[in-house]
């Protein structure tokens, strides 16, 4: 186990809806990563959260946002659910900046329909 | 950005053999490197990873080599068990903060 929890595992919603996901990081860590991972792909780099502030994005539109809080648990929040956000949503806590290991949570398994 | 390739896509191989899978990666920049296994309904799992200024790591069974000239980096696999099958992901880092980019994976499969 990594002690990074994601939460809810599996989510319903219907396109259009709107949508927040959210993540414990490892104790001690201060840094949270998100990944949308579709199915057979590998993940895809969505924003990252370093001590509340957002440090980095990936090519997504800004219907994907995020927040950090003071304990470094983090939220990803969806608007305007389309049917290609069909997917597996990963976060993934570290430690500072530096390329240091980074350990991922189960995963929320979202589906838009 | 950062491209990072991976082959082979699908892996079968006897218990007992090794099993190599290679990714290249395209931003010189790149600096970090790890491999993780992901398991089915599971999230990916860290089992290795290598530094720039490193050619080599081993840990038991697994073993990373990187070649930084030719920009590819291998995960080797030593006397497979068929608690190995599982999906495999390279991952390139061009920036500082584990912002990471993923190959498309190999599905591993030890045959008993």
């Known amino acids: 186990e990594t002690g990074v929890t994601q939460s809810p595992t599996h989510l319903i919603k219907t396109r259009g809806q709107q949508v927040t996901l959210r993540c414990s990081s490892q104790?001690?860590?201060?840094?949270v990563s998100w990944y949308q991972q579709a199915l057979g792909q590998g993940p895809q780099f969505i924003f990252q959260y370093y001590r509340e502030e957002e440090n980095g994005r990936g090519n997504f539109p800004p219907r994907f946002s995020g927040l950090q809080f003071p304990n470094y648990s983090s939220e990803l929040n969806v608007n305007a659910l389309e049917l290609d956000d069909s997917a597996l949503y990963l976060c993934?806590?570290?430690?500072?900046?530096?390329?240091?290991?980074?350990?991922f949570g189960q995963g929320t398994r979202l589906t838009v329909v | 950005g950062e491209n990072v390739e991976q082959h082979p896509s699908t892996l079968s191989v006897q218990e007992g053999d090794s099993a190599v899978i290679k990714c290249t990666y395209s931003d010189s920049a790149s600096n970090y490197f790890p491999w993780y296994k992901q398991e089915l309904g599971k999230g990916p799992q860290l089992i290795i990873d290598i530094r720039s200024n490193v050619g080599e790591k081993k840990d038991q069974r697994i073993a990373v080599t990187l070649n930084k000239t030719a920009k590819h980096f291998s995960l080797h696999i030593t006397e497979t068990q068929p608690e190995d099958s599982a999906v495999y992901f390279c991952a390139a880092s061009p920036l500082t903060g584990n912002q990471f980019y993923f190959g498309t994976g190999t599905s591993l499969t030890v045959i008993p």
């Open positions: 104790s001690g860590h201060n840094t």
């Open positions: 993934a806590s570290s430690l500072g900046l530096g390329n240091t290991e980074a350990f």
